[in-house]
C-alpha cells in the first residue's frame, strides 16, 4: 500500500484573501473554490489547500485564529524556487511579515522564512543539492 502526501490544508479566517496573497507573493495557481470555504492550489505534487476556520471546524474539530504577535504554529509550509531574494521580496510586497533573510545554509540550500497574513510561518529555499 503506497502513501502519498496529497494536501496540505490550512485553517485560515478569509480563503478568499488567502488565495489572493499565495497568488501574488508566490505565484501560485489557484485549482479549486468552493465558494468562501474550501480552495486548493497548485505547488506541484502536494497541493496546498485553505479551509475556512468555521468550515473546518464543523468537520474537523476545534481550530483556532493565530495570534500574530506570538510565535507560529509548530509547521512551516515550504515553497523550492531558484530565486529566494526575489521571492522574499515579492512576498512582503504582498502583505507578509519578514522573519529571517535569505541566506546559505550550511548544507547548501539558501532558505528564508515569513509569515503569511495569517500567521503561519513560509520557508523560501533553494533547490536541495545532492
Known amino acids: 500500500m503506497a502513501t502519498t502526501l496529497g494536501y496540505c490544508v490550512i485553517h485560515v479566517k478569509d480563503v478568499s484573501a488567502s488565495l489572493d496573497f499565495y497568488e501574488r507573493a508566490f505565484g501560485l495557481r489557484r485549482r479549486m473554490v468552493d465558494g468562501a470555504l474550501y480552495a486548493e492550489m497548485e505547488t506541484g505534487h502536494t497541493l496546498l489547500a485553505f479551509s475556512e476556520r ?77
Not at 98 to 113: F, L
Open 54 to 130: 468555521r468550515f473546518a471546524a464543523k468537520h474537523s474539530g476545534p481550530t483556532m485564529d493565530l495570534d500574530r504577535e506570538a510565535p507560529p504554529p509548530g509547521l512551516e509550509i515550504v515553497l523550492v524556487t531558484d530565486d529566494v531574494a526575489t521571492l522574499h521580496q515579492r512576498a512582503l510586497q504582498a502583505g507578509a511579515t519578514h522573519v529571517r533573510d535569505p541566506e546559505t545554509k550550511p548544507w547548501g540550500q539558501t532558505a528564508s522564512y515569513l509569515r503569511d497574513p495569517d500567521g503561519y510561518l513560509v520557508q523560501l529555499c533553494s533547490p536541495a543539492t545532492s
